[in-house]
């Protein structure tokens, strides 16, 4: 992935100043990410990285649910963390603008990384080197703690699901449709990938994953 050709939230610039109020109104937010918080199994003094942090929601959430832990948040795209920017004020989140591909941290350096709503907008090629680029900076251990859209429980939900793949592409979102996201985490070194929550909304089916670095 690179800064030059990733899809933004709701796939234009124009909306991406938007996309917390649609979130807010169109989706379970706190129910999901709460649930993803629940899964990474976290003490409170980890080191986390909050891959496609967007707009830093979920880290916000983890800050306030675990004041201690060290959490670094990471975009490709510098409009929407010129808003994570605003969102955090004073909190001691670190933000950190990346071209892409390769993370630019060194191996083994955070205990879990955690993700929401960014991998639909990765192409293949760009979700395998994702899943090897995390591996390498997770400690033994640690954890990957996902949200992001999977495999329809039911038609009206596939139907649902169009709206997301006219937004953000068909090429980028067809492996959450046919749920090989898992498969893919395995390849790339995880063990004990688990599928979790799943939720029903009105854009598709989101569920939680989990995977474990060896």
Not at 17 to 26: I, P, Q, S, W
Not at 45 to 60: C, N, P, V
Request: proline share 3%.
């Amino acid at each position: 992935m690179s800064g030059t050709t990733y899809i933004p939230a709701l796939r234009f610039h124009w909306l991406t100043k938007m996309y917390d109020a649609v979130v807010g109104l169109f989706m379970p937010e706190r129910r999901f990410k709460q649930a993803l918080i629940s899964r990474a199994g976290l003490c409170g003094d980890e080191k986390i990285l909050d891959f496609g942090t967007g707009t830093a929601t979920l880290s916000l959430m983890l800050k306030k649910a675990l004041p201690g832990l060290q959490i670094t948040a990471i975009d490709v795209d510098e409009k929407v963390l010129r808003i994570a920017k605003s969102k955090i004020g004073d909190t001691a989140i670190q933000l950190v603008h990346y071209g892409g591909e390769r993370l630019p941290f060194g191996d083994n350096t955070f205990d879990c990384v955690v993700s929401s709503l960014v991998l639909h907008h990765l192409t293949d090629t760009q979700k395998q080197t994702a899943f090897r680029e995390i591996l390498r900076v997770i400690q033994p251990g640690g954890r990957l703690v996902i949200a992001d859209w999977g495999l329809p429980t039911n038609r009206s939900q596939r139907l649902l699901f169009y709206l997301v793949q006219w937004l953000d592409g068909f090429e980028t979102t067809t492996a959450n449709l046919q749920g090989l996201v898992p498969n893919m985490i395995a390849a790339a070194g995880f063990r004990d990938v688990m599928r979790h929550e799943r939720f029903q909304t009105v854009f598709g089916t989101l569920e939680i994953l989990s995977a474990q670095k060896a």
